[in-house]
């Protein structure tokens, strides 16, 4: 059985909305980030970089980012359509989408809540955030644009995409006022909540 190493309103989120999605039967173990836990030897064993989540598989190997386990487990089962086919239309946008989210977002993500680690200088700290928020907000608008007169992520239809994108849109400070200022983002996220399995991984993470 897998096991999702996770912590409540990480990255984990996502991963475990994917895992619910597909039905499969997983095991969690819970790290507490605020004691350190992530760095902690027996934590580095299992991901090297001292980020949540992590994620075993069925033979003990563990994989790190994200990312990657929402495609290994859409790749992996499925019958849960968590991906487009390949030879579909939908699929280079479901890659374009989950890269920037994951590659370009999320990044900007981290410099607004740990902006001290990009800069040697402490009181540069608030330049930094403001930075991000900046980032952020020219990110958002491109997601949001491509949103226009689209059900999802994708296009037509839900995907994994979907679930990255409604936990990086509440890592945004007031989610609300990125909802206010992109309203198709609001739109997808909201739907992408109500589903069962999404709901059930974001109610354990506290959203
Ligand atoms: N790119 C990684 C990032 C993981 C990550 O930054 N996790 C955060 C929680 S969302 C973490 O463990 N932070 C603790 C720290 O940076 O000390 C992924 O998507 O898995």
């Not at 096991?3 to 969690?28: D, F, H, V």
């Not at 410099?111 to 990110?139: N, Q």
């Not at 689209?150 to 509440?170: K, N, P, Q, T």
């Not at 997808?188 to 991984?201: I, L």
Request: charged share 25%.
């Amino acid at each position: 059985m897998m096991t999702l190493y996770w912590s409540p309103r990480a990255a984990s989120e996502a991963a475990m909305a994917a895992l619910n999605e597909t039905g499969a039967e997983y095991r969690t173990e819970k790290i507490n980030v605020a004691a350190g836990e992530h760095k902690s030897a027996d934590y580095l064993k299992i991901n090297p970089n001292g980020l949540v989540p992590a994620l075993e598989l069925d033979d003990g190997r563990v994989m790190f980012e994200t990312a990657a386990m929402v495609l290994y487990l859409a790749e992996r089962y499925p019958e849960a359509g968590l991906a487009p086919s390949p030879d579909g239309a939908q699929r280079a946008p479901y890659y374009q989408w989950l890269l920037f989210l994951a590659g370009t977002i999320q990044p900007a993500c981290k410099r607004y809540y740990w902006p001290h680690r990009f800069s040697t200088d402490a009181g540069d700290a608030e330049k930094v955030k403001a930075k991000a928020v900046v980032d952020l907000l020219a990110h958002w608008k491109i997601v949001d644009d491509a949103l226009k007169g689209r059900d999802w992520m994708a296009g037509e239809d839900f995907s994994a995409v979907d679930i990255y994108m409604l936990m990086l849109a509440h890592w945004f400070i007031p989610t609300d006022d990125l909802f206010a200022r992109c309203p198709n983002v609001a739109r997808v996220a909201e739907k992408t909540a109500a589903r069962p399995a999404v709901k059930k991984a974001r109610e354990m993470h506290g959203r």
